[in-house]
């Protein structure tokens, strides 16, 4: 029985860790989801709940990082202001 719970430890914090590696990618819920379950065959259903979890223990923290992410410029608005820079630099 102690074996069994010890690899479900495990499992969870090698979610854990996971979900903080597509933090540090600046990765939503839904992206990350998708993330883990494409390269490491990971539930969606593990990763939420894992995620839901780190948020309620680390409500300010997610609060702050959704803000953030909700003012970072899109890729298209990234792509666009990288275009807009180089019509008005000679190169």
């Not at 883990?36 to 990763?47: G, S």
């Amino acid at each position: 029985m102690g074996d069994h719970s010890s690899s479900q430890a495990s499992y969870i914090h090698l979610v854990h860790h996971l979900i903080e590696e597509c933090i540090i990618f600046k990765m939503g819920k839904e992206e990350c989801m998708d993330a883990l379950f494409k390269h490491a065959n990971i539930k969606p259903v593990i990763t939420s709940t894992v995620w839901k979890e780190l948020e309620k223990e680390n409500k300010e923290f997610f609060e702050a990082y959704e803000r953030r992410r909700e003012e970072m410029p899109t890729e298209k608005e990234t792509a666009q202001r990288i275009r807009d820079l180089l019509a008005r630099t000679k190169i």
